[in-house]
């Protein structure tokens, strides 16, 4: 829904569902009065959405799992999603993300990527 409100979308691309950044809906959409909130609204939810549903598949690969690279890399792409730069530790949430979504999502992200960084540190050790 993202990518279709923001025009990105291309059918042939496997790098569809990339995260969207700082994009706004598309002109025939912005240019019409009465299509105008409604798309920006779409859009901002959509980014949410994908978020959240990343966020949820990385708990899925932790807790179901055992799987923390997978779990990692899903943790990732709702940062990603979320966000509005790129990975970084003084991050901030996109513009339209609750604080509450965005708490759990970084906090989901920063405590994966120091269990990995605490795995792969004892592993080296032994």
């Known amino acids: 829904v993202a990518h279709t409100l923001a025009g990105t ?7 569809a569902s990339s995260p969207i950044k700082d994009v706004s809906p598309l002109a025939s ?14 859009l901002r939810d959509a980014r949410r959405t994908s978020a959240e ?11 179901q799992g055992k799987n923390l690279p997978a779990a990692m890399r899903c943790y990732e792409r709702a ?7 790129r990975i970084s530790n003084d991050m901030k949430p996109h513009e339209g993300m609750l604080a509450s979504e965005w708490a759990s999502i970084w906090n989901n ?3 994966t990527k120091r269990n ?3 795995n792969t540190s004892q592993a080296s050790l032994k």
């Open 29 to 42: 959409y912005t240019e019409s009065r009465s299509m105008k909130k409604p798309a920006e609204a779409l």
């Open 109 to 111: 992200y920063s405590r």
């Open 116 to 118: 990995m960084e605490k």
């Open 53 to 63: 549903a990343w966020n949820l598949l990385g708990i899925l690969n932790e807790t």
């Open 9 to 15: 979308l291309s059918l042939g691309n496997p790098g």
């Open 79 to 85: 940062v990603q999603w979320a966000s509005s730069d």
